[in-house]
């Protein structure tokens, strides 16, 4: 075999690797479904006749898109987590003494964890369903790339956080000062059009913004920006966070 | 005079104003068998950690098999196994796929490899347990199957970072039983560490002592014992490092991995 398709093949079994552990832990992957399907009900059923009755029509229809960009913000911000513990606990040194490059060992994990923060993703898309969300289905396909597109960025920013920490409460509690303003001022929840000017000044730097909307507006035919707009803006941010990623995960020392 | 496998010259490792490894030189012969001795934080680890491509030198030269780490990380990649101080299987997955992922990850070429895989699985004596996974093994289970590992890309040279630490007697021995056979069969060379002096004693055909990131003498175990005047190689190095004892200190590994215990122990 040559050095190229030594790399991609080792880019896929670090890809595989998290896919089995994905299927393996039932346990983490039911529980994680707990808060999307919380917040899917006790907000969906609890503000939606407010919702409606200002105005904004169907608030599941509205919320749905948000909390499937929620599940998998989180699932793939999380699975930085999992580097953590290859670090501490021995695995990550067994890949780097492996012949393979730092960026490639970065890239299949990246890969393989917003895999699964998509999958994870897909899940709650079918709750929804299960719950009164009716999307359009002609546009499942476009809503599918950009939850793939939201799983890569977070994942990236996760594993990127990750590379540069020892110890998980620190990784726990940075993550969490990130992930939470992110995800109030997406628009997951609620609109931002009519949130004061300083609040859509910091959604339009927020990449979960751009998410949200695009996957709102492909799912729900509801958005802020074009999709187009919103394309561009997530794969190349999530273009950028791998590269910044890389970077860092190439610095790790054993 | 055989040829050398691993050749340190001058080797210099330096973090900030602390000289962890400073100006050791060694030779291990092609085929032999090289214990690389000393006390905690001797610089051991860092050594090992050169010469596997981990760490780059402050200054000084490595070759391992022909090759430089710091030119050519890949092919000395290629070139050695590691069993490390820590375990460093991934205990979600099935003896099994550990190996069939180190093998991917080693470009070893994939109609060999169920073939490979087996043969070491055997050799280890873990074949009847090869889809159990390897949270369920225990300590010298575990080092067996990273042994198995660490040969599966059929390496010139094995690395063994303490393998026998924290095992029992019956274990340890069988451990070493593999490692000797493997030595005598394939002619594969050996490095490792440890701290238990009998083994280097008897396994050895070559022991380096180093402390405070010096080499203090380098030889065979008869031939340290014979100038130190010592009846053991535990008295000879006790001799050469002398008696007091050395902390390492504790860092936010050791804390999480106690952590990690602690909470693997409420989970059972």
């Known amino acids: ?254 | 005079m055989s040829e050398s496998r691993i050749s340190v010259k001058n080797l210099v490792k330096e973090y900030g104003p602390i000289k962890a490894v400073s100006d050791i030189s060694f030779d291990v012969p092609a085929g032999s068998v090289f214990a690389f001795l000393g006390p905690n934080g001797a610089g051991k680890t860092t050594s090992i950690k050169m010469l596997t491509t981990l760490e780059r030198p402050t200054s000084g030269r490595i070759v391992v098999n022909g090759f430089d780490p710091t030119r050519d990380p890949h092919k000395v990649r290629h070139s050695f196994g590691i069993v490390f101080q820590d375990p460093s299987l991934d205990d979600e997955l099935t003896a099994y796929e550990n190996l069939y992922f180190h093998a991917g990850l080693y470009g070893v070429p994939r109609a060999e490899t169920p073939g490979r895989i087996a043969e070491m699985l055997d050799f280890v004596d873990l074949s009847d347990r090869k889809d159990h996974l390897v949270k369920t093994f225990s300590g010298g289970m575990k080092r067996r199957l990273e042994i198995a590992r660490g040969l599966l890309h059929t390496p010139a040279i094995l690395f063994l970072d303490e393998p026998t630490t924290g095992l029992d007697p019956q274990t340890r021995n069988h451990i070493w039983e593999y490692i000797k056979k493997l030595n005598k069969e394939r002619g594969l060379t050996v490095f490792f560490t440890t701290h238990y002096m009998e083994e280097a004693e008897r396994t050895a055909d070559s022991v380096a002592i180093i402390d405070h990131g010096k080499i203090m003498k380098t030889g065979t175990p008869q031939s340290i014992m014979a100038d130190t005047g010592t009846p053991t190689l535990e008295d000879a190095f006790i001799k050469l490092t002398g008696r007091s004892i050395r902390e390492q200190e504790a860092g936010a590994i050791d804390h999480l991995r106690s952590m990690r215990n602690a909470w693997r122990g409420r989970r059972r």
């Open chain 1, 1 to 254: 075999m040559n050095q190229t398709s030594n790399t991609f093949y080792a880019m896929y079994i670090l890809w595989l690797r998290q896919i089995k552990r994905y299927f393996r832990s039932k346990s983490r992957m039911i529980g994680s479904l707990g808060q999307p399907v919380v917040f899917l009900v006790a907000l969906g059923f609890g503000f939606g006749p407010i919702f409606s009755k200002a105005g904004g029509g169907n608030y599941i229809q509205f919320l749905a898109p948000g909390i499937i960009a929620m599940s998998i913000m989180f699932t793939a911000v999380f699975s930085g987590i999992e580097l953590i513990w290859d670090r501490q606990f021995g695995f990550l040194k067994e890949t780097l003494v492996a012949p393979v490059s730092r960026v490639a060992i970065m890239f299949g994990r990246t890969l393989g964890g917003a895999t699964t923060a998509f999958m994870q993703g897909v899940i709650v898309l079918i709750i929804t369903f299960v719950i009164g969300f009716r999307p359009d289905i002609a546009l499942v396909l476009p809503a599918l790339v950009f939850m793939f597109g939201i799983a890569l960025v977070f994942t990236a920013f996760g594993t990127a956080i990750a590379s540069t920490m020892e110890d998980m409460q620190g990784f726990g509690l940075i993550v969490n000062l990130v992930n939470m303003p992110l995800f109030f001022l997406s628009g997951a929840l609620f609109p931002l059009t009519t949130a004061p000017i300083w609040i859509q000044y910091i959604a339009d730097v927020n990449p979960l913004s751009y998410g949200v909307d695009g996957l709102r507006g492909a799912l729900a035919l509801l958005s802020t920006y074009s999709l187009w707009t919103d394309f561009v803006v997530v794969y190349c941010i999530a273009a950028l966070f791998v590269v910044v990623g890389g970077w860092l995960f190439s610095r790790i020392k054993a």
